[in-house]
C-alpha cells in the first residue's frame, strides 16, 4: 500500500491521478444535478480551420460528441494505469537521476498519447447514448410541466427533467420570484434564448381555470 501511494502521488503518475481526480469530481457534480451534462460537451466550431482541424482529430479518435466529462475519465484513467504499471515495472529501476527524469516525461507523452484512442474505444459503446438530438422548437415546450433535477433553481441557476414521452429532456431554467428544489412541479413560462434557458413558475401558480 505504501508503494502504491507512493507512485500515484509522485511523477510521473500524479499528473494522471488529477486527472482522473476532475473527471470523478466532475461526475460526481452530474450525479447531484449540480452540472448539466450536455453542457460538457466537445462543442468545436465550425469556423476556422483550427477548429476544423480539432474536430477531425475528436472523430478520428471516436471522442466527437462524447460529453467532456467522460473523455476526461477514460483519458485520467488509462493513462494513471499506463503510467503507473511504467513506473512500477522499469522507471524505478533506472538509478541515473537525468535519464529517470527523461523517462518519466517520456511516460506522460507516451500514457497521455495512447490514452486518447484507447478512450475513444473505451466509449464507443456509449456514442448511441449520447448522439445529438434532433433540435426542439423551444415554443412548443411553454406551458409543460418539468420536475427540479438540480438542488435549487433561481434566478441564476436551476435544471429540470421535462417527460417529451421519449428518453425525456433536462433543461436550464430560472425563477424570478421564488426558488424551487429538487423534486419540485414547475410549469415553463418563457424561453431565454441568451442562455437557451427557461423561466419557471411553480406548479400551484397557475390559474385553475387554465386546467
Given at each position: 500500500?505504501?508503494?502504491?501511494?507512493?507512485?500515484?502521488t509522485?511523477?510521473?503518475?500524479?499528473?494522471?491521478?488529477?486527472?482522473l481526480?476532475?473527471?470523478?469530481c466532475?461526475?460526481?457534480?452530474?450525479?447531484?444535478?449540480?452540472?448539466?451534462?450536455?453542457?460538457l460537451?466537445?462543442?468545436?466550431?465550425?469556423?476556422?480551420d483550427g477548429?476544423?482541424?480539432?474536430?477531425?482529430?475528436?472523430?478520428?479518435?471516436?471522442?466527437?460528441?462524447?460529453?467532456?466529462?467522460?473523455?476526461?475519465?477514460?483519458?485520467?484513467?488509462?493513462?494513471?494505469?499506463?503510467?503507473?504499471?511504467?513506473?512500477?515495472?522499469?522507471?524505478?529501476?533506472?538509478?541515473?537521476?537525468n535519464?529517470?527524469?527523461l523517462w518519466m516525461?517520456?511516460?506522460?507523452v507516451?500514457?497521455?498519447?495512447?490514452?486518447?484512442?484507447?478512450?475513444?474505444?473505451?466509449?464507443?459503446?456509449?456514442?448511441s447514448?449520447?448522439?445529438?438530438?434532433?433540435?426542439?422548437d423551444?415554443?412548443?415546450?411553454?406551458g409543460?410541466?418539468?420536475?427540479?433535477?438540480?438542488p435549487?433553481?433561481?434566478?441564476?441557476?436551476?435544471?429540470?427533467n421535462l417527460?417529451?414521452?421519449?428518453?425525456?429532456?433536462i433543461?436550464q431554467?430560472?425563477?424570478?420570484?421564488q426558488?424551487?428544489?429538487?423534486?419540485q412541479?414547475?410549469?415553463?413560462v418563457e424561453?431565454?434564448e441568451?442562455?437557451?434557458?427557461?423561466?419557471?413558475?411553480?406548479?400551484?401558480?397557475?390559474?385553475?381555470?387554465?386546467?
Amino acid at each position: 500500500m505504501d508503494l502504491f501511494l507512493q507512485i500515484v502521488t509522485s511523477f510521473p503518475t500524479v499528473i494522471f491521478t488529477v486527472i482522473l481526480g476532475v473527471g470523478l469530481c466532475l461526475m460526481l457534480l452530474t450525479m447531484l444535478g449540480m452540472v448539466d451534462i450536455e453542457g460538457l460537451n466537445f462543442d468545436i466550431g465550425s469556423d476556422g480551420d483550427g477548429a476544423g482541424g480539432v474536430s477531425a482529430l475528436l472523430m478520428k479518435l471516436g471522442l466527437d460528441g462524447m460529453p467532456l466529462m467522460l473523455i476526461v475519465l477514460g483519458v485520467g484513467l488509462i493513462g494513471f494505469v499506463l503510467s503507473f504499471l511504467a513506473d512500477y515495472w522499469f522507471l524505478r529501476e533506472v538509478e541515473a537521476d537525468n535519464f529517470r527524469l527523461l523517462w518519466m516525461v517520456l511516460a506522460v507523452v507516451i500514457a497521455f498519447f495512447l490514452s486518447l484512442p484507447l478512450t475513444g474505444l473505451l466509449l464507443f459503446p456509449l456514442k448511441s447514448v449520447f448522439r445529438e438530438q434532433p433540435v426542439i422548437d423551444s415554443v412548443s415546450l411553454l406551458g409543460k410541466l418539468a420536475i427540479v433535477r438540480s438542488p435549487l433553481v433561481d434566478a441564476k441557476q436551476g435544471m429540470a427533467n421535462l417527460d417529451d414521452g421519449g428518453a425525456g429532456l433536462i433543461l436550464q431554467v430560472r425563477s424570478r420570484d421564488q426558488t424551487f428544489e429538487r423534486g419540485q412541479r414547475v410549469v415553463l413560462v418563457e424561453y431565454i434564448e441568451a442562455s437557451n434557458a427557461y423561466w419557471v413558475i411553480g406548479e400551484q401558480s397557475l390559474d385553475p381555470t387554465d386546467h
